[in-house]
């Protein structure tokens, strides 16, 4: 990890603040690009569900209609 001791006096805790400085940085940019990825993942997502929700209900329509049909037929 980014912690790093060294014994020299009041040096210790100003080179474990420093690496933790950059550890936390490090994380920081991690964690953004993970949630950019996330976002995008999410988005994709998103979209390829709306599609097939489009698809579905084209289908159900042209189903309804077909239905509709068949039983105006059956009624004559």
Request: net charge positive.
């Amino acid at each position: 990890m980014g912690l790093q001791w060294v014994y020299s006096g009041s040096t210790v805790g100003l080179q474990w603040l420093y690496n933790e400085q950059k550890t936390n940085k490090r994380r920081t940019k991690d964690e953004q690009k993970m949630n950019k990825r996330r976002t995008k993942d999410e988005q994709k997502t998103n979209k390829r569900r709306t599609k097939d929700e489009q698809k579905m209900n084209k289908r159900r329509t042209k189903d309804e209609q077909k239905t509709n049909k068949r039983r105006t037929k059956d009624e004559r």
